[in-house]
C-alpha cells in the first residue's frame, strides 16, 4: 500500500524540498521547533496549489466545461489518496473539513445532537485539546449530557483502569487523543477502542498529531471516526479530513446546510444528497485539498514508516539530550511517547524561554498549548515545547541544547 | 533586527528576580484580578487609596519576567500619587509599550518605565507588559470584574 522509499532517507535532501528551511530568523538559520503547532510544506505542495490556482482553478461539481471538470477530478482524486493514505475501506467516509476542530464540531453536532439523550455520557482524557472538549461541552449544556474524563497519572499516561471504571449504560460516545500535543504521550487508542466496543460505544480518535508521525490504518484501529488537520501533515491549513465509518455517516444529519449538500431544494422540502457530500455544504477548500493530495503524495515517496523511524530516533536523541541538561525538566515521561517534549527551565517562565530561544533562531512553542484542564492537572500554567519533524536533525538539537546554559545565565 | 538586551534589560530581570510590592494586601480598598488568556498568565492588583492618594499598591500572580517585571516597576512608580497622576503614568507606560514614544529623549523623561521601552520592539510580549497596567486601569476606574487582554 504504502511506496518503498526508492533511495535510503537522506534528511539533507528532503531539507532542501522545504523552501522556509533555509530562512534565517533573528540573522540565525531557522530551527523549526513548532511542528505540533503547524508543520512546513515542501516545494511540491506550494507547487500544486500554485499550479491550481493559475491553471487548473474552478468550481467543482457545478460546471460541465473542461476546467470544471478538472477541478473535480482533483478534488475526487484526492479524496482516493486519503481512502487509501487511511485504508479506509470506502472514499465516501473522507469527508473534507476545514480540520480537526471542525471535525470534532461536525460529529458532536451531528450525531451528538442526533443521537445523545438527557443523563447520557461522554468519555474525553484529562490530556484533551480543547477543541476535543468545548465542542463536547456545549453539546453537553445543550442535551443534558455529563462529560467524565480519564484520568492520567504523573507520567501523563491514561489510567486505564479508571477508564473502564467510567464505562457505564449511560456511556454513549469516547472521543480521545491519540497523541497528545502537550506531553506526546501515544494512547493506546486500540485497546480503548476494543474496550469501547464491547460495550457498543463509538470512539472518534482526534489524529491531529498522529497522522503525520505514525502509519494509521482506520480498519485495524477500528475507530468510528477519526480526524485529520491537514496542516499539520505538510499540507495546506483550512484542510483537513473526517473519517467516518459509512453507517455512522448515513445515518446522522447534515452538519451544514448550503449548495452541494442537497439533492433537491423546494421551499416545501429539501432532500439532501449522500455520502460524502451531504457533509461538504458549499464551495469547499479546492485548492486546500490539491495542497492536500501533494501532501500525502510527498509523504508517500518517502514512506510514512520510514518517517516513523527517523522520527523516533531524533525523538530519542533529543530525549536524552534534553535530559542532561543541568536545570531543565521535561514534563511528560510516558513510556509510550513520540515527537514532542514539554519542559521548564527552572522558575525561567516558558515564554522567556521562547523569545530568548527565537532569538537563536529556535522556534518553539511556549504557554498551555490549548490543554488548559491537562496544565491543571500538573500543576502548571505553562510548558516550553520542542515538537519534532523529520526535516530536523541531531544538529539542531545538539545548538537547541548549547542555547540553554545562555538562558539559565541570564535569569541567574 | 530586535536586540535581546533591550527586552531583558538589567532593571526587567533585577525586578523579575526580586520583584517589588509583591503581596496580597490585607484591607485593599480596592483589589482586581487581570488574565491572560493568551497565556494563561494571572495577576491581581491590590490598591489602597484615601483620599484620592494611592497609599499602597501591591500584587500577586504568576507570570513571565516581562509581566512580572512590568507589575513590579508599576507598583513602585505609583506609591504615593493621586489617582490623577497614576492615569497619567498609566497612558505613558501604555504609549511606552506600544512604540508610541520612540524620542529617546522622552524615553528617559519616563525614569524607570524607560526600561520597558524595549519590549515595543517584541509584539508578541506586549501584552505580557500590559496586563499589569491594564489591570491597574481597570480598578482605578471601578472595574469589580476580572479584566482580560483579549
Known amino acids: ?412 | 533586527m530586535s536586540n535581546l538586551n533591550d527586552i531583558y534589560q538589567e532593571m526587567i530581570l533585577d525586578h523579575n528576580k526580586s520583584p517589588r510590592n509583591f503581596k496580597q494586601m490585607e484591607n485593599p480598598t480596592q483589589h482586581l484580578e487581570g488574565y491572560n488568556p493568551l497565556c494563561g498568565d494571572k495577576l491581581t492588583i491590590y490598591l489602597c487609596i484615601k483620599d484620592d492618594i494611592i497609599e499602597d499598591i501591591s500584587f500577586t500572580g504568576s507570570g513571565c519576567a516581562i509581566s512580572k517585571a512590568s507589575a513590579s516597576i508599576m507598583t513602585d512608580k505609583l506609591k504615593g500619587k493621586t489617582k490623577l497622576e497614576a492615569e497619567a503614568v498609566f497612558h505613558a507606560a501604555h504609549d511606552m509599550l506600544t512604540g508610541k514614544i520612540k524620542d529617546k529623549d522622552d524615553i528617559l523623561k519616563q525614569g524607570n518605565l524607560a526600561a520597558l521601552s524595549g519590549i515595543s520592539q517584541f509584539p508578541m510580549r506586549i501584552k505580557c507588559a500590559t496586563l499589569a497596567w491594564h489591570t491597574l486601569h481597570a480598578a482605578l476606574n471601578g472595574a469589580h470584574q476580572t479584566i482580560s487582554t483579549e
Open chain 1, 1 to 412: 500500500m504504502k511506496k518503498i522509499p526508492q533511495t535510503p532517507f537522506d534528511v539533507n535532501q528532503i531539507r532542501r524540498d522545504f523552501p522556509i528551511l533555509s530562512k534565517k530568523i533573528n540573522g540565525k538559520p531557522l530551527i523549526y521547533f513548532d511542528n505540533a503547532a503547524t508543520t512546513q510544506k515542501s516545494e511540491k505542495v506550494i507547487d500544486a496549489v500554485c499550479q491550481y490556482y493559475k491553471y487548473d482553478n474552478a468550481n467543482i461539481h457545478r460546471g460541465v466545461h473542461t476546467l470544471s471538470e478538472t477541478a473535480t477530478a482533483i478534488y475526487e482524486k484526492t479524496r482516493e489518496k486519503v481512502k487509501t493514505f487511511l485504508n479506509a475501506k470506502e472514499s465516501d467516509e473522507i469527508i473534507y473539513v476545514r480540520g480537526t476542530t471542525e471535525a470534532i464540531n461536525l460529529v458532536a453536532n451531528s450525531y451528538g445532537r442526533q443521537f445523545l439523550e438527557e443523563g447520557d455520557e461522554i468519555i474525553l482524557s484529562e490530556m484533551e485539546h480543547h477543541s476535543n472538549i468545548v465542542p463536547w461541552q456545549q453539546l453537553c449544556d445543550e442535551k443534558k449530557l455529563k462529560l467524565r474524563v480519564i484520568p492520567i497519572n504523573d507520567k501523563g499516561e491514561l489510567l486505564l483502569d479508571e477508564f473502564e471504571k467510567l464505562i457505564c449504560p449511560r456511556t454513549k460516545f469516547i472521543s480521545i487523543v491519540y497523541i497528545s500535543n502537550s506531553l506526546g504521550t501515544i494512547n493506546p487508542i486500540k485497546q480503548i477502542i476494543h474496550k469501547a466496543h464491547e460495550h457498543e460505544i463509538p470512539v472518534l480518535v482526534d489524529g491531529a498529531q498522529s497522522t503525520s508521525h505514525m502509519m494509521v490504518d482506520v480498519q485495524d484501529l477500528d475507530c468510528d471516526f477519526y480526524t485529520i488537520s491537514g496542516h499539520k501533515l505538510y499540507g495546506p491549513t483550512g484542510i483537513g479530513v473526517l473519517y467516518g465509518k459509512k453507517h455512522l455517516l448515513e445515518k446522522m444529519p447534515p452538519y451544514q446546510g448550503g449548495g452541494d449538500m442537497i439533492r433537491s431544494v423546494s421551499f416545501k422540502k429539501t432532500t439532501y444528497n449522500v455520502l460524502p457530500n451531504k457533509f461538504e455544504a458549499g464551495t469547499p477548500n479546492i485548492a486546500g485539498v490539491v495542497g492536500l493530495g501533494a501532501a500525502v503524495d510527498y509523504i508517500n515517496t518517502i514512506g510514512l514508516d520510514v518517517i516513523a523511524h527517523y522520527e523516533h530516533d531524533l525523538f530519542k536523541y533529543a530525549t536524552n539530550t534534553l535530559s542532561n541538561i543541568d536545570g531543565l525538566k521535561i514534563i511528560g515521561t510516558a513510556a509510550d511517547k513520540t515527537a514532542v517534549i514539554s519542559f521548564l527551565c527552572g522558575d525561567i517562565h516558558p515564554h522567556d524561554i521562547g523569545t530568548i530561544l527565537d532569538h537563536n533562531g529556535i522556534a518553539i512553542r511556549a504557554g498551555h498549548h490549548c490543554t488548559q484542564p491537562l496544565m491543571e492537572r500538573l500543576g502548571l500554567t505553562a510548558t516550553a515545547r520542542v515538537s519534532l519533524a523529520f526535516y530536523n536533525t541531531k544538529s539542531e538539537i545538539d545548538y537547541f541544547a548549547e542555547s540553554i546554559p545562555n538562558l539559565f545565565r541570564i535569569f541567574s
